[in-house]
């Protein structure tokens, strides 16, 4: 079963990280990462970027309002996600455990994905990043 694994963290602490710190986030999650790769369940994950670089659609009118910036208003923000391919539940918080004992702070949300949709793109098959 498909579950992804939404990653949030006060964008502020991770802004702050000197170029050290985050390198040692970053290598201790590599270690996550190469054993879900071992066994064949780490599929995309992303890290986004600040959400000062990101814009709403809200469809809270005719036509929708265009904003500059994230929609909620929160202490945590969004920060990147992981699919993993797990048998359910309990293996998606063993691997949340484990990203949480990577980069510790923060929350980490689990929810199963009932559509996957591959990526068609023919360098997206062959593993380029």
Not at 113 to 123: G, I, K
């Amino acid at each position: 079963m498909l579950y992804a694994i939404l990653c949030y963290k006060d964008e502020d602490v991770v802004a702050a990280w000197s170029a050290a710190e985050d390198e040692a986030v970053m290598e201790r999650l590599g270690q996550v990462h190469e054993r879900l790769e071992r066994r064949g369940q780490l599929g995309p994950s992303l890290r986004l970027l600040p959400t000062t670089a990101a814009t709403t659609l809200r469809k809270a009118s005719e036509p929708p309002l265009v904003i500059d910036g994230p929609f909620a208003e929160t202490k945590e923000q969004l920060l990147g996600f992981y699919v993993v391919d797990v048998a359910g539940l309990d293996e998606a918080l063993a691997v949340a455990r484990d990203l949480a004992g990577a980069n510790p702070g923060g929350a980490y949300e689990l929810r199963p994905v009932l559509l996957y949709n591959p990526d068609p793109r023919p360098t997206a098959a062959a593993g380029t990043r």
